[in-house]
């Protein structure tokens, strides 16, 4: 698998490999975290989220790592297929007594080549 | 279940016109987000509302607008349309949001405004 320590604008993998997407976020007071994925022309559809209570959460072929102490937030994709071609976004969101809007992240492009 | 619908899918305006978005949120969700998707620029936090009121806004001038109606529909309105407007303007609904929580988004497929 390929592994990426900063944000970058592009991943490419082959597919079956492992592909990791990281995502540094800007407010410590922010609690809870989403990762989006958005296809060309289409909307972003969710992934999964994790809570700041947790620090890693596992859905079907995804992994979410949250590390708190250095802001950084991770998705992990096992056994990537050609269909997760897609920008993915990283989201948090700070609550405050004005609302809940999600920031997102500038996103990054994963291309899978089979 | 039907998630998040939003008309039109396409609109061509001319600038200084006026554009209305429209959405539909998910069944049993009662607060619709509103966010622009610029080219280059990612997505940016228009508008909350929630329970038919506007709860909160991004930096966006007020010839940005909305409302949302009785059964949590709601509408964008843009007015004196300029050529920068033209994006990708996406809806997202949720459950109610209590004090100090915070609830996932889900998205529409989005309109895509072409100002001319």
């Known amino acids: 698998g390929e592994s990426v320590g900063l944000h970058l604008p592009t991943l490419s993998v082959q597919e079956g490999d492992n592909s990791i997407i990281n995502c540094a976020y800007s407010?410590?007071?922010?609690?809870?975290f989403i990762w989006y994925k958005q296809e060309s022309g289409k909307g972003p559809q969710f992934i999964i989220d994790?809570?700041?209570?947790?620090d890693k959460r596992q859905g079907q072929r995804v992994t979410v790592l949250l590390n708190k102490t250095v802001k950084h937030l991770s998705l992990q994709i096992a056994a990537t297929q050609p269909g997760d071609s897609a920008v993915y976004f990283c989201a948090e969101i700070s609550p405050n007594q004005a609302g809940t809007a999600l920031i997102f992240g500038k996103g990054t492009t994963l291309s899978v080549s089979s | 279940e039907a998630g998040v619908t939003q008309s039109p899918t396409h609109l061509i305006k001319t600038r200084g016109q006026q554009a209305t978005l429209r959405c539909s949120p998910i069944s049993g969700h009662t607060s619709v987000y509103w966010y622009q998707q610029a080219l280059g620029l990612g997505l940016q936090f228009l508008l909350w509302?929630?329970?038919?009121?506007?709860?909160n806004r991004g930096n966006f001038p007020p010839r940005f607008s909305g409302r949302q109606f009785p059964n949590y529909s709601s509408e964008l309105n843009v007015n004196a349309l300029e050529l920068e407007d033209s994006a990708l303007y996406l809806c997202a609904s949720s459950l109610a949001v209590l004090a100090g929580a915070s609830e996932t988004q889900y998205f529409g497929p989005g309109t895509r405004l072409l100002v001319l």
């Open positions: 509302y929630d329970e038919g009121e506007e709860r």
């Open positions: 994790i809570r700041s209570n947790m």
């Open positions: 407010n410590s007071a922010s609690d809870y």
